[in-house]
């Protein structure tokens, strides 16, 4: 028997045991000691898989995950708290601190990984986003390197999409 028969064999018998499924409330606390047997058992084959896919992934992709998750933390909206009128209010002055270097960190930390890949792994799948996503972190550095804070200033959110260059679909 195979790792995947095993596995719908224990969902089976986990299904036929289940405590729900008992017409017998002798035989009940029999079936609930037999489901846990089971689950634990399925949990302990399931938890085996996942460590050895982790230790089977390449690194290239380790690093274009890394790189992403970084990638991600770059976005605008962290410097303004909606309001509930449908206006942003700009965070106070250390709080902008803080978000400003949150995105200074995550630029150097994504374009480290993606750079990793673009120079190590010249076959990797990954290879030719990596690039873009390089190229993307630049232009937006330009962008926030001029960045000027002005405490509580409000703005219209029709204005806000008007000066980012945004259109509503």
């Given at each position: 028997?195979?790792?995947?028969?095993?596995?719908k064999?224990?969902?089976?018998?986990?299904?036929?045991?289940?405590?729900?499924?008992?017409?017998?409330?002798h035989l009940e606390s029999m079936?609930?000691e037999?489901?846990?047997?089971l689950?634990?058992?399925?949990n302990?084959?399931?938890t085996?898989?996942n460590?050895?896919n982790?230790?089977?992934?390449?690194p290239?992709?380790?690093y274009y995950?890394?790189g992403i998750?970084?990638?991600k933390?770059?976005h605008?909206n962290?410097?303004?708290?909606?309001?509930t009128?449908s206006?942003f209010?700009?965070?106070?002055?250390?709080e902008l601190?803080?978000?400003?270097?949150n995105?200074?960190?995550s630029?150097?930390?994504s374009?480290?990984f993606?750079?990793k890949?673009?120079?190590?792994?010249?076959?990797?799948?990954y290879l030719?986003?990596?690039?873009?996503?390089v190229?993307?972190?630049?232009?937006?550095?330009k962008?926030?390197?001029?960045?000027?804070?002005e405490?509580?200033k409000?703005?219209?959110?029709e204005?806000?999409i008007n000066?980012m260059?945004l259109?509503?679909?």
């Amino acid at each position: 028997m195979n790792k995947i028969e095993y596995i719908k064999q224990l969902k089976k018998l986990i299904k036929k045991y289940h405590p729900d499924l008992c017409n017998n409330v002798h035989l009940e606390s029999m079936y609930n000691e037999i489901t846990r047997i089971l689950v634990n058992k399925l949990n302990e084959i399931k938890t085996n898989d996942n460590a050895e896919n982790k230790n089977t992934k390449e690194p290239d992709y380790i690093y274009y995950k890394l790189g992403i998750k970084y990638y991600k933390n770059i976005h605008p909206n962290q410097f303004y708290k909606r309001n509930t009128d449908s206006t942003f209010k700009t965070k106070t002055y250390d709080e902008l601190k803080l978000v400003l270097n949150n995105i200074y960190l995550s630029f150097n930390l994504s374009e480290y990984f993606f750079m990793k890949i673009i120079k190590e792994y010249s076959r990797s799948p990954y290879l030719e986003d990596s690039k873009a996503k390089v190229k993307l972190l630049n232009k937006l550095y330009k962008s926030y390197k001029d960045i000027v804070f002005e405490e509580n200033k409000i703005i219209d959110n029709e204005k806000f999409i008007n000066e980012m260059g945004l259109k509503i679909l």
